[in-house]
């Protein structure tokens, strides 16, 4: 498959050249050229099918040639070596838990998908590659936790320094070898700032080979279409009106999901359920696109004024307003709605979400309002005890660790402080 950037400027790429890149030569992001609809008949036997042949089938055109069929089959089949379980609450409305991965947030799907492709790409130690990639608290576990230990491929990652859970900073600080964490004074967004200007230093691009593990990066990005096929497996016998919930930050989870629709999937519906980071919220009430500098809250993975993947949404619905707005509603919620709502969950159905799955869960909440008869599913995209904080003084329980979590918690942090733009690059020169 080849990409082609979503600037118009530059040449068409490979797989292999879009995931090396990251971003195109123009800084656009890549896009596929084209997407292939799966046969009708995949999606109406699918619970046959395991996850590794569904995962198989739907990626396969994204990849090949580049990546042959033996080497995608053992790259899937290591990537998903855990579960996405769909827990229903009620009639209607399931959470689809994202969080049994390594570092417990979605991330880890796409992270060690792109890590082994990066890995296959280099086996012959070509390609030494520097992932670059900013983090407002997930990513940057998953990053480190997927691409430990593959060789060519050296990680640093940039994190909002006091703006991380402390369990994020442990996952993302703690594991050495080709990991560094680089801690910001500042935002997430001085972060991606930084990041973005390290792509457009020809002084640093000269010199080495910078890739994204964000998800601009297509080879992180697409993987993230697995599961929202995973869980129309597990429900589409007992629903057949399925409506996605996707806690959003920087859209590419969502953006993923419409793919999978995109491939067939037949879904009526994506909600985009935002913290007070609205920027999209605004835009389908609007039209207006204005992007705002990130404000805090209490979901701090979805703290994103300028979220990168939703010039791929545009590009999805080929800009017409209305066609994203049939497939799409949005709604945002404050830290205060949110915490009601992990309140809510708990006491209704004794289950914890975290806050970011709360924002999920509103957002169905709002769309089941208009739509009784859909049946929502809201990503839960971390495990709770990742905002041990939040959770515990919400719903008042305390809570035990998973094994992942407590593994981490009592290894050493080590970051490198930074502050402006040329620490970072001096650091890369080094
Ligand atoms: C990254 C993240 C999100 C946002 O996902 P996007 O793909 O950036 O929209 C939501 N929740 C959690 C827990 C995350 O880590």
Same mark, same amino acid.
């Given at each position: 498959?080849?990409?082609?950037?979503?600037?118009?400027?530059?040449?068409?790429?490979?797989?292999?050249?879009?995931?090396?890149?990251?971003?195109?030569?123009?800084?656009?992001?890549?896009?596929?050229?084209?997407?292939?609809?799966?046969?009708?008949?995949?999606?109406?036997?699918?619970?046959?099918?395991?996850?590794?042949?569904?995962?198989?089938?739907?990626?396969?055109?994204?990849?090949?040639?580049?990546?042959?069929?033996?080497?995608?089959?053992?790259?899937?089949?290591?990537?998903?070596?855990?579960?996405?379980?769909?827990?229903?609450?009620?009639?209607?409305?399931?959470?689809?838990?994202?969080?049994?991965?390594?570092?417990?947030?979605?991330?880890?799907?796409?992270?060690?998908?792109?890590?082994?492709?990066?890995?296959?790409?280099?086996?012959?130690?070509?390609?030494?590659?520097?992932?670059?990639?900013?983090?407002?608290?997930?990513?940057?576990?998953?990053? +480190?936790?997927?691409? *430990?230990?593959? &060789?060519?491929? $050296?990680? /640093?990652?940039?994190? !909002? @320094? =006091?703006?991380?859970?402390?369990?994020?900073?442990?996952?993302?600080?703690?594991?050495?070898?080709?990991?560094?964490?680089?801690?910001?004074?500042?935002?997430?967004?001085?972060?991606?700032?930084?990041?973005?200007?390290?792509?457009?230093?020809?002084?640093?691009?000269?010199?080495?080979?910078?890739?994204?593990?964000?998800?601009?990066?297509?080879?992180?990005?697409?993987?993230?279409?697995?599961?929202?096929?995973? +869980?129309?497996?597990? *429900?589409?016998? &007992?629903?057949? $009106?399925? /409506?996605?919930?996707? !806690? @959003? =930050?920087?859209?590419?989870?969502?953006?993923?999901?419409?793919?999978?629709?995109?491939?067939?999937?037949?879904?009526?519906?994506?909600?985009?359920?935002?913290?007070?980071?609205?920027?999209?919220?605004?835009?389908?009430?609007?039209?207006?696109?204005?992007?705002?500098?990130?404000?805090?809250?209490?979901?701090?993975?979805?703290?994103?004024?300028?979220?990168?993947?939703?010039?791929?949404?545009?590009?999805?619905?080929?800009?017409?307003?209305?066609?994203? &707005?049939?497939?799409?509603?949005?709604?945002?919620?404050?830290?205060?709605?949110?915490?009601?709502?992990?309140?809510?969950?708990?006491?209704?159905?004794?289950?914890?979400?975290?806050?970011?799955?709360?924002?999920?869960?509103?957002?169905?909440?709002?769309?089941?309002?208009?739509?009784?008869?859909?049946?929502?599913?809201?990503?839960?995209?971390?495990?709770?005890?990742?905002?041990?904080?939040?959770?515990?003084?919400?719903?008042?329980?305390?809570?035990?660790?998973?094994?992942?979590?407590?593994?981490?918690?009592?290894?050493?942090?080590?970051?490198?402080?930074?502050?402006?733009?040329?620490?970072?690059?001096?650091?890369?020169?080094?």
């Amino acid at each position: 498959m080849n990409y082609y950037s979503l600037n118009q400027q530059a040449p068409n790429a490979s797989f292999r050249d879009a995931v090396i890149k990251g971003l195109a030569p123009d800084k656009g992001l890549y896009f596929p050229e084209s997407i292939t609809a799966l046969p009708k008949e995949f999606f109406e036997n699918i619970e046959e099918l395991s996850n590794t042949e569904i995962a198989f089938q739907a990626i396969k055109q994204f990849v090949s040639p580049e990546i042959p069929d033996n080497v995608l089959k053992t790259i899937i089949d290591e990537t998903l070596s855990f579960e996405f379980p769909v827990v229903p609450l009620n009639d209607n409305i399931s959470t689809l838990e994202l969080f049994h991965g390594p570092t417990m947030a979605f991330k880890d799907v796409g992270a060690r998908f792109m890590a082994r492709c990066l890995g296959y790409f280099n086996r012959d130690n070509s390609n030494e590659v520097t992932v670059l990639v900013a983090t407002s608290g997930d990513t940057g576990g998953a990053v +480190a936790n997927g691409f *430990l230990g593959v &060789k060519g491929v $050296n990680v /640093v990652i940039l994190y !909002p @320094s =006091g703006k991380v859970s402390d369990i994020q900073e442990k996952q993302l600080t703690t594991l050495g070898q080709n990991i560094t964490a680089l801690e910001v004074n500042g935002t997430f967004d001085d972060c991606q700032a930084m990041v973005k200007t390290a792509f457009l230093d020809s002084e640093l691009t000269n010199h080495m080979q910078l890739t994204s593990a964000n998800s601009i990066n297509v080879a992180r990005w697409l993987p993230q279409l697995f599961y929202f096929m995973f +869980a129309y497996k597990q *429900l589409h016998s &007992k629903y057949d $009106n399925i /409506v996605f919930s996707v !806690p @959003s =930050g920087n859209f590419g989870n969502v953006c993923a999901g419409m793919i999978a629709q995109q491939l067939g999937l037949p879904i009526k519906h994506f909600i985009a359920s935002n913290n007070e980071n609205n920027v999209v919220t605004r835009y389908l009430q609007t039209r207006l696109y204005s992007p705002q500098p990130s404000i805090q809250t209490i979901s701090n993975a979805m703290d994103v004024g300028n979220p990168s993947n939703f010039i791929r949404i545009q590009e999805i619905y080929k800009n017409n307003f209305e066609s994203l &707005k049939d497939n799409l509603s949005s709604y945002s919620f404050s830290d205060d709605e949110a915490k009601e709502a992990m309140l809510e969950i708990y006491d209704e159905f004794n289950y914890v979400a975290d806050p970011h799955g709360a924002v999920g869960y509103l957002g169905s909440k709002s769309y089941l309002k208009s739509n009784p008869n859909a049946h929502c599913v809201f990503l839960e995209t971390a495990h709770p005890t990742k905002f041990l904080d939040v959770v515990e003084s919400v719903i008042k329980e305390k809570q035990s660790l998973p094994s992942q979590i407590e593994a981490v918690m009592d290894k050493e942090k080590k970051s490198v402080k930074i502050s402006l733009y040329e620490d970072l690059k001096r650091y890369l020169l080094k």
